[in-house]
């Protein structure tokens, strides 16, 4: 897979999970600002970390580990209640 690819795939897979947040109530502004930089940031780290051992498919499954951690954040938090509605007679 060329990286243009796989980051497109992982732009996807970010923007999904952010939709899903936002059904269920919650900032999906916030999970897609925070998972789209930090999948990168990641691979860069592991790469340096292991002075470019860790490249290519180890890398690119450790990406994708961001947004799977957040679809299970996403689906273990409790979605907001919705506000009461006041109603003056």
Do not use: D, N
């Not at 970010?14 to 919650?26: D, E, L, M, N």
């Not at 450790?62 to 919705?82: E, G, I, R, T, Y």
């Amino acid at each position: 897979m060329e990286p243009i690819q796989g980051f497109i795939l992982y732009s996807i897979c970010s923007a999904a999970v952010a939709a899903i947040a936002g059904r269920k109530g919650q900032s999906w502004s916030a999970y897609l600002l925070v998972m789209l930089p930090l999948g990168p940031m990641v691979v860069l780290t592991l790469c340096r970390v292991t002075q470019g051992l860790a490249s290519g498919p180890a890398a690119a499954a450790l990406a994708f580990c961001v947004p799977l951690m957040a679809l299970l954040l996403v689906m273990l938090s409790k979605a907001q209640k919705p506000l009461a509605v006041c109603s003056q007679h």
